[in-house]
């Protein structure tokens, strides 16, 4: 979970074992994606959706975006 302003970049290095806390679960493919218009907006989201500890949150978030 993050944010970017290139997410194919960012995937790419994920999936490249350059993050060390990554790298050890590769390989990444993205599941859900938001995009903002700013970086503060991002930044206010990606805090709210860190501090949700629900699983079934995330997967009902996931499912009603397919």
Do not use: D
Not at 6 to 23: D, E, F, M, V
């Amino acid at each position: 979970m993050g944010f970017t302003s290139n997410l194919a970049q960012r995937l790419s290095y994920h999936n490249a074992g350059k993050s060390r806390y990554t790298s050890r679960k590769i390989p990444w493919k993205c599941v859900y994606i938001e995009e903002f218009k700013t970086r503060a907006e991002a930044m206010k989201r990606e805090k709210f959706l860190k501090k949700q500890k629900n699983r079934q949150f995330y997967q009902r978030l996931i499912q009603e975006t397919k």
